[in-house]
């Protein structure tokens, strides 16, 4: 029995890893968030549309 208690021990825990910074000028910045908004608002309109459209 005393096997069982050394095969299920937890992992020990890892460090977290550093973060890294991106500076980024202002237009690519705009550029990126029009990006996602113009996403956003496809994703928003495919939810509304029937889920299965079968061909004739």
């Given at each position: 029995?005393?096997?069982?208690?050394?095969?299920?021990?937890?992992?020990?825990?890892?460090?977290?890893?550093?973060?890294?910074?991106?500076?980024?000028?202002?237009?690519a910045?705009?550029?990126?968030?029009?990006?996602?908004?113009?996403?956003?608002?496809?994703?928003?309109?495919?939810?509304?549309?029937?889920?299965?459209?079968?061909?004739?």
């Amino acid at each position: 029995m005393s096997e069982s208690t050394d095969r299920f021990k937890r992992a020990p825990k890892r460090k977290t890893a550093q973060a890294r910074t991106l500076t980024v000028s202002p237009e690519a910045k705009a550029a990126y968030e029009k990006l996602i908004r113009e996403k956003e608002e496809r994703e928003a309109y495919a939810r509304n549309l029937p889920a299965d459209q079968k061909p004739r």
